[in-house]
């Protein structure tokens, strides 16, 4: 099974960039962060995802495992 990260950026992610990040969950928070969550099978869909997060330009703010 693949382990499930969730990466917090700085801002409100639209949903135009779902495409970008793939089958990841965006969820907007009040205090004007997004988490992106999902499965991650191996490092090489991380970096991408980070790269994706870079070339949005959004300050990643945290990178955890949850599950």
């Excluded at 409100?12 to 991650?40: F, I």
Aim: glycine share 10%; charged share 20%.
């Amino acid at each position: 099974m693949s382990p499930t990260y969730e990466l917090r950026v700085a801002g409100h992610l639209d949903d135009h960039w779902s495409p970008l990040l793939g089958d990841l969950v965006v969820v907007r928070h009040p205090d004007g962060t997004s988490t992106l969550t999902g499965p991650m099978p191996d490092q090489a869909r991380l970096h991408g995802v980070l790269a994706a997060v870079r070339d949005i330009g959004a300050p990643l703010l945290s990178v955890r495992v949850v599950g």
